[in-house]
């Protein structure tokens, strides 16, 4: 059984960046395609980016797109998200997913594995 633990969240101000990572155990992440979703107060969770297995393909929604940028280093079995220019509509808990079959997915109920979450809070 895979764990999936983020870290990195905080508060921050419009304009400034954070670094979130999300580590895992009880499994390779290597084997699996990596997203990030994020879920604000009474809304619906959504995808936020995604990476294949070596590194080579990264997908993110249009409201991150030229922000944020998601890493991985299979070999510390880790996945980042680098986020810059946040705005205060960045504002939500991001969760670190992990599909085991297929490729990336935009879609929540498509995923195997999620962590708890690390809350992003950007004022403005």
């Known amino acids: 059984q895979v764990q999936l633990a983020e870290s990195g969240g905080g508060l921050v101000q419009a304009g400034g960046s954070l670094r979130l990572s999300c580590a895992a155990s009880?499994?390779?992440?290597?084997?699996?395609?990596m997203h990030w979703f994020r879920q604000a107060p009474g809304k619906e969770r959504e995808f936020v980016a995604a990476?294949?297995?070596?590194?080579?393909?990264?997908y993110y929604s249009d409201s991150v797109k030229g922000r944020f940028t998601i890493s991985r280093d299979n070999a510390k079995n880790t996945v980042a998200l680098q986020m810059s220019n946040l705005k205060p509509e960045d504002t939500a808990v991001y969760l670190c997913?992990?599909?085991?079959?297929?490729?990336?997915?935009?879609?929540?109920?498509?995923?195997?594995?999620w962590g708890k979450g690390t809350l992003v809070t950007v004022s403005s």
């Open positions: 009880g499994g390779t992440l290597s084997s699996y395609y």
């Open positions: 997913a992990a599909r085991v079959t297929g490729t990336y997915s935009t879609w929540k109920g498509a995923m195997d594995y």
């Open positions: 990476i294949s297995w070596g590194g080579s393909r990264t």
